[in-house]
Each structure stands twice: as C-alpha cells, then as structure tokens.
C-alpha cells in the first residue's frame, strides 16, 4: 500500500520541472554535476527531485534550511544510485543538518556526519560543502553517509549493500576483505587510494572506499584494480575519466 501511494505521488512529482534556480546552486556548489554526460543528466534530475521532495530536511542548532542545502546534500547522494535505483533510499526519511561540524554527545568527538540506524542521516554543512568542492581529493563526507545508508538497506551493517545479482558477493567479500586486511595492515598501495580511517571496520571500508572510488577514480583503478572493479560492478558506471591521479 505505501509503496502504492509513493509511485503514485511520484508520477505527479516526476512531472513538476525542474525549478530553475537549482541549476545555478548545482553548478555552483556541486562540481561533479559538470561531469555527468547528456545522457545522464535526466536520471539524475530526476532523482534528484524525488529525492528533495521526499526527504525530511532538518535544520539544527537554527540552521534554516533552504534549497541550497536540500540540492546540494541531495545532489551527492543520487550520484550514488545514478544506475542503481532509488528504492535504495525509500528506508531514509530524515536528513539533519547542522550549521558547522559538532560534537559527539557521548564521546566527544568531532562529528563531520552520521548514519543512523532507523533512516536518519546527519551531518555538517561546511563538511558537506568541503567534500563537495575538491572533487578529486577521495575525502565527500556527504557520500560517505549515503554510502552507509544503501549498506544499510541490505538489512545488515557490515559494508555489503544489496549487489545486483546473487553470485556477485563471493567475489565482492574476496575483494573487500582483502583490501580491508591490506588497508588496516599499512599497505602502500590501499594507503594511497583510501583515507585510513576505512580500516575501522568493514562498514567503514565500504564507505571510504565509495568516496575513493568516485573521487580518486584513477589511482584505485592503477592501485587497486579488483577493488575497482567491483565497485564498477556494483554502481554500474565507470568514473575513471572525471578525476586526473594527484
Ligand atoms: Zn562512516
């Protein structure tokens, strides 16, 4: 039934234009947007109006939310799912933003995002915006978040998104735990694809090496191939061509 009344609202939704204000915000704040290829452009536009209209923006600590942040957040997290699906995202519903980077109510610790259990993403506007205008340095705090979130949607949280076909995950826990093992014991070549704080947990791997992924594209493919290649697999695009190797 609800996923009844979501197609319906998104047919109405699929048809509003693209308000115009959002391609000067995209062009100005989202420097992969220039990357994507005429024939990508309407899927991502797409996505990216369910995405804003579906999704709960919240402001905290006063942040006003307006649609600089709901297209700029939600502009990183369609590129994941460009040749995915968005269905990967019908369990998120809430994304908090807050107004700089925070601490960790229990730890401490400075806080640049968060993925939260039941559909809820957080996270600090000028580390979503730090991560976004370097689009080849490996480090999007925003697409790391929504890498947690479509690990998340396989049910578990342990760096393993729901993969396109059944016979697709032996080969992708090889490849993964490989270069977790390698990344958490200093080897060169991971160190230099991958920022070390993937070496954390398997679920951490995952997202980390998303961000590499679309960000360092050239140097994984180098460095790492395998892990490369199964992350081509599993996005269902190749990015190679969009970031020169630093
Ligand atoms: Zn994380």
Redesign the pocket.
């Known amino acids: 039934m609800l996923s009844l009344i979501r197609s319906f609202k998104r047919r109405r939704l699929r048809r509003k234009p693209l308000p115009p204000e959002w391609a000067g915000i995209l062009q100005e704040r989202v420097p992969f947007y220039s990357t994507l290829t005429s024939e990508d452009l309407d899927v991502f536009h797409t996505n990216l109006k369910l995405f804003v209209w579906e999704k709960i923006f919240i402001g905290a600590k006063g942040l006003e939310v307006t649609d600089l942040h709901r297209v700029t957040i939600s502009a990183a997290a369609v590129r994941l799912v460009q040749h995915l699906d968005l269905s990967y995202f019908d369990r998120l519903t809430e994304i908090v933003v807050y107004p700089h980077d925070y601490r960790h109510p229990d730890t401490g610790g400075v806080i640049l995002?968060?993925?939260h259990g039941w559909g809820v993403v957080v996270l600090s506007w000028p580390a979503v915006l730090r991560g976004l205008q370097n689009p080849c340095d490996g480090w999007d705090t925003a697409s790391?978040?929504f890498?947690?979130v479509l690990d998340r949607e396989a049910g578990a949280f342990n760096g393993t998104p729901s993969l396109r076909a059944d016979d697709h995950y032996r080969a992708w826990a090889d490849v993964m735990s490989l270069h977790f093992e390698r990344l958490k014991g200093g080897f060169g070549r991971e160190r230099r694809v991958m920022r070390d704080?993937g070496a954390?947990n398997e679920?951490?791997f995952f997202?980390?090496a998303t961000e590499a992924f679309f960000e360092r594209p050239a140097q994984m493919k180098r460095l790492t191939p395998s892990l490369y290649a199964e992350l081509r697999r599993f996005y269902g695009t190749d990015p190679v061509s969009t970031c020169q190797e630093d």
């Open positions: 995002g968060e993925a790391h978040e890498a947690h704080y954390t679920a951490e997202a980390v």
